[in-house]
């Protein structure tokens, strides 16, 4: 079964940028998608197709993917982005969800 | 505005069963593909079920198939999972969650309901 690698925590300096990588085998020929999740709630749609933005989420947000990583960058961290992370993909007949990823704003 | 609002959690022994619904709104339901995805207490998300919009086609993640089942209703907009033969490992909260095309981000989630096995 296909599976996605995230990194378990990322920090971030208030203000810098922040990427959370994604690692899955030829990940690149895959359309990824990314979600946050902020404690008690729901998750939430960040990235479509790899570098798409829903209506709503800030520019600050940003997707790419090529070969076997795909990036969700966070640019001018603010507070309110402390959140956990999920990348998703579709393999044959299943979702996939990377493990998640724990982005600290310091 | 589109709503996805799930019912049906609570505790439930171990071997017992238990039939979650989620009941959409502010979008034509019956145009959607559907999913269950659960996330255990502090952990990730884990994908459950698919099921198409006209109910032609359902997935299950292999640690449930053969012990749940995803059903629709489109003319009343409701989704259920029939969950039996439950396990402990089967303690989440259970999202419904939305996808226009099989392939597509998961546009739209529900809050949760939260199913508890334990003796």
């Known amino acids: 079964s296909y599976e996605l690698t995230q990194p378990l925590s990322v920090s971030v300096a208030l203000g810098q940028s922040a990427s959370i990588t994604c690692g899955g085998n030829n990940i690149g020929i895959k359309i990824v998608h990314w979600y946050q999740q902020k404690p008690g709630q729901a998750p939430v749609l960040v990235i479509y197709?790899?570098?798409k933005r829903p209506s709503g989420i800030p520019e600050r947000f940003s997707g790419s993917n090529s070969g076997n990583t795909a990036t969700l960058t966070i640019n001018r961290a603010q507070a309110g982005d402390e959140a956990d992370y999920y990348c998703?993909?579709?393999?044959?007949?299943?979702?996939?969800f990377g493990g998640g990823t724990k982005l600290t704003v310091l | 505005e589109v709503q996805l609002v799930e019912s049906g959690g609570g505790l439930v022994q171990p071997g017992g069963s238990l039939r979650l619904s989620c009941a959409g709104s502010?979008?034509?339901?019956?145009?959607?593909?559907m999913n269950w995805v659960r996330q255990a207490p502090g952990k990730g998300l884990e994908w459950v079920s698919y099921i198409s919009s006209s109910s032609t086609t359902m997935y299950y993640a292999d640690s449930v198939k053969g012990r749940f089942t995803i059903s629709r209703d489109n003319a009343k907009n409701s989704l259920s999972l029939q969950m039996n033969s439950l396990r402990a490992e089967d303690t989440a909260v259970y999202y419904c969650a939305r996808a226009f095309t099989f392939g597509a981000e998961l546009d739209y989630w529900g809050q949760g309901t939260l199913v508890t096995v334990s003796s």
């Open positions: 502010g979008f034509s339901f019956r145009n959607y593909n």
């Open positions: 197709r790899d570098s």
């Open positions: 998703q993909v579709w393999d044959s007949s299943n979702v996939v």
